[in-house]
């Protein structure tokens, strides 16, 4: 009987877990990217997890998979552009005034 009280409670705290780490992504993605990507890969990845387990907390899991998705999409975009703008500094020509 005990197992199963630790698999209940378990179960319930993963869409918890999946919503917070998902929302530290989200928040840090600006500042520190190095913590908000793998945040929200694992959050991504709890969020799956929790909700296949069951539909008693299917409304966390969703939200901590769309935000988790947000926020990696935000990476990418995030990353593209920096790159972009990286590439045209250098081949900008030189300012002579």
């Known amino acids: 009987m005990t ?13 918890i877990l999946a919503l917070i780490l998902s929302i ?7 500042w520190i990217p190095l ?4 945040a929200a890969v694992v959050g991504l990845v709890i969020g799956a997890v929790s909700l296949r ?3 008693e907390h299917r409304t966390l899991s ?9 926020t ?4 990418i975009l995030l990353g593209v552009s920096l790159i ?7 081949s900008a020509p030189a300012f002579r005034g």
């Not at 969703?62 to 947000?70: F, N, P, S």
Request: charged fraction near 15%; aromatic fraction near 0%; proline fraction near 6%.
């Open 3 to 15: 197992s199963t009280r630790t698999a209940e409670n378990t179960a319930g705290k993963l869409p």
């Open 24 to 30: 530290v992504g989200a928040v840090t993605l600006m």
């Open 35 to 38: 913590i908000a990507i793998p």
């Open 53 to 55: 387990r069951g539909p």
């Open 62 to 70: 969703m939200a901590a998979l769309i935000i988790a998705v947000v």
């Open 72 to 75: 990696l999409v935000g990476a």
């Open 84 to 90: 972009r703008v990286s590439s045209g500094i250098e």
